[in-house]
């Protein structure tokens, strides 16, 4: 699964640190989500929707 | 912040009681032992270990448990992927040892005796769980890593 997240991180000028504290997760967990290699559990996709105020579809797609 | 200072907390609390249940059945065994009763070579003893392993083992899974709440998904899943996957392979290591052991070819091998030069079949017991676990939990540390290294 694809993901915006890194972009949507670096529009903001936010570092991974900063993203993984206000999602209650760990540094290492957003290094692994940005470069898409976990795929987040439903939960936290909404999560990170709603930090970003964008629909869950705009941020994760399923397309290679 | 205030969550992970509780949880630490819990976990000292936890392990503080182990070693008061330790220090109490060491006081015990100790005061018998000192008025002339034979506990030591007495099956009062292995039950007083017995007691005191559950108590540790209780414990220990109730710190996990609260540990494993703690860290977020990715973390729990590479845990999860680790146990499967690393414990599994190491099980399955441990499973080639434990059907050749059963055959009756096996009883020409001589094992060390490790266990205070013990040669009974309870030691040899406790010898072979020791070495499935550590096979299981290098696996599981293997893997462990290996999840991890994989997302970076």
Do not use: E, I, K, L
């Given at each position: 699964m694809n993901n915006r997240l890194k972009v949507l991180r670096a529009e903001r000028d936010w570092s991974q640190a900063h993203l993984a504290t206000e999602l209650g997760v760990s540094r290492q967990t957003v290094n692994a989500l940005e470069t898409g290699r976990y795929d987040p559990s439903l939960p936290l996709a909404f999560k990170i929707a709603r930090l970003f105020q964008l629909p869950i579809e705009s941020i994760f797609s399923d397309e290679e | 912040m205030a969550g992970k200072r509780k949880l630490i907390l819990q976990t000292v609390a936890g392990f503080g009681v182990i070693l008061l249940a330790g220090f109490a059945m060491g006081a015990v065994l100790g005061y018998l032992e000192a008025n002339?009763?034979?506990?030591?070579?007495?099956t009062a003893a292995l039950w007083a270990v017995g007691a005191f392993a559950t108590i540790t083992m209780l414990i220990s899974l109730w710190v996990g448990l609260r540990w494993m709440s703690s860290i977020d998904e990715a973390a729990q899943e590479a845990h999860k992927w680790a146990w499967f996957w690393g414990g599994s392979s190491g099980m399955a290591v441990g499973g080639v040892l434990v059907i050749m052991a059963s055959l009756?070819?096996?009883?020409m091998i001589q094992i060390p005796a490790?266990?205070?030069?013990r040669t009974d079949p309870a030691a040899y017991a406790a010898t072979g769980a020791f070495a499935m676990l550590t096979l299981m939990l290098i696996g599981y540390g293997v893997a462990w890593a290996w999840w991890w290294l994989g997302r970076r």
């Open positions: - | 002339g009763q034979d506990v030591m070579s007495s009756p070819q096996s009883a490790w266990y205070s030069d």
